[in-house]
């Protein structure tokens, strides 16, 4: 399809085509991204006066909630690590190293 013809319509339809396909969220937002990237080089090149994929509706990403090892789940794991992992998981897990946002 030239680029001329791509309206905001289309995009947001394509939208919806990614989300019934199953894709994630993320993954819906990182293809849009992709496409709105190459039509806003059409804009900036005057081949297109606006950029169709611009506010189009994209799916909500949902924040997962975190989980945290307990101590004897800590333990197991550094002891599955064996003798040379057994250390920095320990150091990992309780350094507040890794997480941490």
Do not use: F
Not at 8 to 37: I, M
Not at 43 to 60: W, Y
Not at 79 to 85: E, T
């Amino acid at each position: 399809m030239p680029l001329i013809q791509v309206e905001h319509g289309e995009v947001q339809a394509w939208v919806a085509g990614l989300v019934a396909s199953g894709l994630s969220p993320s993954h819906v937002r990182d293809t849009v991204g992709v496409l709105a990237g190459v039509l806003g080089l059409a804009v900036r090149d005057r081949r297109l006066p606006s950029n169709p994929a611009h506010g189009v509706d994209l799916p909500r990403i949902k924040k997962r909630r975190r989980r945290y090892l307990t101590a004897p789940e800590v333990e197991e794991l550094a002891d599955a690590a064996g003798p040379n992992g057994r250390l920095p998981v320990l150091v990992l897990a309780t350094a507040g190293c890794v997480g941490a946002s």
